[in-house]
């Protein structure tokens, strides 16, 4: 049966949630600026003592912003862009249409009952995750 990206992002959110997945998004760029910006800031106010400092301080603070936040995993797939969702669409399809289903409430209930297939999911969601969001993940509270 053909299913919808928004119905599989629904049953991947339902066995994220299950698994209480949490990932944090790496905000590289923002981090590495933040460096920037404190070298450059600091070289104006105190010349290259100050670009010593400013880089030091500015690259600790870059580095705790690019850490990022743990949010949970189904808010981060259903905020994600459409092409990104497609993207673990097809992933997930690869790995569900040898099943033996014909809707989604047949599928959701052959998934939540089944560890093995739940396992595949998750894994697929977190190297998903990894690769393409270079996230950094946990499960549990």
Not at 61 to 71: D, H
Not at 83 to 108: C, G, H, P, S
Request: a positive charge; charged letters at 20%; hydrophobic letters at 50%.
């Amino acid at each position: 049966m053909p299913t919808h990206v928004d119905q599989v992002m629904q049953l991947l959110c339902r066995v994220a949630q299950e698994k209480e997945m949490r990932a944090a998004i790496k905000h590289s760029r923002e981090g590495a600026s933040l460096a920037f910006v404190g070298a450059f800031v600091g070289g104006l106010l105190e010349g290259p003592p100050g670009i010593a400092i400013g880089g030091v301080l500015g690259g600790l603070l870059g580095a705790w912003v690019a850490s990022g936040q743990f949010k949970p995993v189904p808010q981060i797939i259903m905020e994600l862009p459409p092409a990104k969702q497609q993207k673990l669409y097809n992933e997930v399809i690869a790995i569900i249409r040898n099943f033996d289903w014909t809707d989604m409430v047949q599928l959701t209930a052959l998934v939540m009952g089944n560890s093995d297939l739940k396992f595949l999911l998750t894994s697929a969601v977190e190297k998903f995750f990894i690769r393409e969001l270079r996230a950094q993940m946990k499960y549990g509270k």
